[in-house]
């Protein structure tokens, strides 16, 4: 039980495929209280109805990230329902389906902007919002990324320069929350069939030429990316702040 008497919030559960609910998975396996958000009230059916499975019975709570309101209700009520947050994991990104796919330079202001304030900004609003309630006993922040944040991927696009906002904004939080025992780390993880994915063209063909070229030659589980967060999120970290950890059956380190 890594995580017992330890509390913490999942944010970016849309459906039983989310990244964000094989986290929530295996956070609440070791021991953890968990609460949840939801992203508008067409998710919140979905997000209740996972949180019912569990043992401990869950806050959920409305949170889209774009809204500065949301941000600052969801921790006042979680300041009232848990007192402290140990774990905050951040499994959230958006960018219009359009600019997921052919050319970068294509890219419209407004879409970057989009992905930029969804996936990226969002991280800061979130740690901020967090830190008084994780500054009580210490905390670990952890955020999902992608190997489009530092290499090209084609159509992941304006996805990548989101991605390497949030990368260094993971580095940025962690000097800034060091020295209240916060960490932040982030997963890279390698392509999961979710929701989110699919809204990215060629998706497919993605999966497959990282199955192929990966050292172990196989996609990643999503339950491999459960336990990369566990270890994030427990003492088992504890001397790890600012890094990110590739869960990807090692595809990243081939050059070729
Ligand atoms: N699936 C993959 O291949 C893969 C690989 C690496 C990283 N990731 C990252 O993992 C994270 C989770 O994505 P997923 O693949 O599990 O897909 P998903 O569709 O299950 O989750 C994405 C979540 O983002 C939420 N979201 C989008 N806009 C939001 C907003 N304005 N406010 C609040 N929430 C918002 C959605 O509601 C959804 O719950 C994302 O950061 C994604 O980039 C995914």
Request: aromatic share 6%; charged share 20%; net charge negative.
């Amino acid at each position: 039980m890594l995580l017992e008497g330890k509390k913490g919030l999942v944010l970016g559960v849309a459906n039983k495929r989310s990244i964000a609910w094989a986290i929530a998975q295996a956070l609440a396996r070791e021991g953890a209280e968990l609460a949840f958000t939801y992203q508008g009230d067409r998710l919140k059916e979905s997000v209740e109805e996972l949180a019912g499975t569990l043992a401990q019975k869950s806050p959920i709570l409305p949170c889209d990230v774009t809204k500065d309101e949301e941000i600052k209700s969801l921790f006042n009520a979680l300041g009232q329902a848990f007192g402290a947050l140990h774990v905050l994991v951040h499994c959230i990104a958006f960018a219009p389906k359009e600019e997921l796919e052919g050319r970068t330079v294509d890219t419209s202001r407004n879409g970057f902007s989009i992905a930029q304030d969804v996936s990226a900004y969002s991280l800061l609003a979130l740690a901020k919002g967090a830190e008084p309630l994780m500054e009580k006993e210490g905390g670990s922040i952890i955020a999902l990324t992608y190997l489009g944040a530092e290499k090209v991927v084609p159509n992941y696009n304006v996805m990548g320069m989101a991605k390497a906002s949030l990368e260094s904004g993971i580095r940025y939080l962690a000097y800034d929350l060091g020295p209240k025992n916060i960490r932040v780390n982030g997963i890279s993880a390698g392509p999961v069939n979710t929701l989110a994915a699919r809204g990215i063209s060629g998706f497919t063909d993605m999966l497959a030429h990282h199955r192929d070229k990966a050292p172990l030659k196989r996609n990643v589980e999503i339950s491999e990316i459960g336990d990369a967060a566990l270890f994030l999120a427990s003492s088992l970290s504890s001397g790890i702040t600012g890094e990110v950890i590739h869960v990807d059956c090692g595809y990243s380190i081939v050059g070729m």
